[in-house]
């Protein structure tokens, strides 16, 4: 198994751009979540799924940005129109939601350089 | 609120000296408690949790539940412990596995 892919891996975009993330979580996993990394605020969950539906929105920051899960294999996040403040490091993670272990499998990250 | 915190940034210690990342959380309830690691191109990681009770790669975290603390030690750091640790308590119930990550630490480990 690949583990949680994502791409893509890097990003170099303009401000004003809009900016696609994508996730294909492992086979199995129920519950998808999507995170930002910096270096002031740390880790930050934006968004996670169960089931493909959004759960919990509450750390979005802002209307700007959009997550999707069409089906147990694929998400996306989106940026439109990205900022400079958007500039991170964006992972996704999967987990099986049973029992009480839920650990979390994180993807590689996408660095997004928005200038 | 629920609120993890990890005070140091940054912790620089040489090898074979012991080593403490520091976690406390304000958490309602009695959540579960975990460590993720991130070495150097390598990806976000379980490190441990604290229902197993478990030490790995030398490592162990009590739960002090008086303290709302979940402490990282390791009597003995190695050169390839850096990395950088996050604390991440769970909440129970309805909430599928959604972790809080505090801001995380960087350990450096000299020679």
């Known amino acids: 198994d690949a583990g949680v892919i994502q791409s893509p891996r890097h990003e170099v975009t303009e401000m004003g751009q809009e900016v696609t993330l994508r996730c294909k979580p492992i086979s199995g996993h129920n519950s998808l979540f999507w995170y930002r990394q910096t270096m002031m605020r740390g880790l930050e969950l934006l968004i996670y799924?169960?089931?493909?539906?959004?759960?919990?929105d509450s750390g979005m920051p802002e209307d700007r940005f959009s997550a999707k899960m069409p089906n147990a294999s694929f998400s996306t996040l989106k940026i439109q129109p990205s900022e400079p403040r958007d500039s991170a490091v964006y992972f996704c993670?999967?987990?099986f939601g049973g029992g009480s272990v839920y650990e979390q499998y994180f993807g590689p990250g996408t660095r997004l350089t928005v200038t | 609120a629920q609120r993890v915190t990890q005070p140091e940034k940054l912790l620089s210690v040489f090898k074979g000296a012991p080593v403490e990342l520091k976690c406390n959380y304000s958490?309602?309830?009695?959540?579960?408690l975990f460590w993720y690691v991130q070495y150097s191109r390598q990806r976000l990681q379980l490190l441990l949790r604290h229902i197993s009770r478990e030490s790995i790669k030398g490592f162990t975290a009590d739960l002090n539940k008086g303290e709302t603390s979940f402490h990282l030690k390791k009597p003995f750091a190695q050169e390839e412990d850096s990395a950088m640790y996050y604390c991440a308590p769970r909440a129970g119930g309805t909430s599928y596995g959604k972790l809080t990550f505090g801001q995380g630490t960087i350990l450096t480990v000299h020679p």
């Open positions: 993670a999967s987990s």
């Open positions: 958490y309602s309830g009695s959540p579960e």
């Open positions: 799924f169960n089931n493909n539906v959004p759960i919990d």
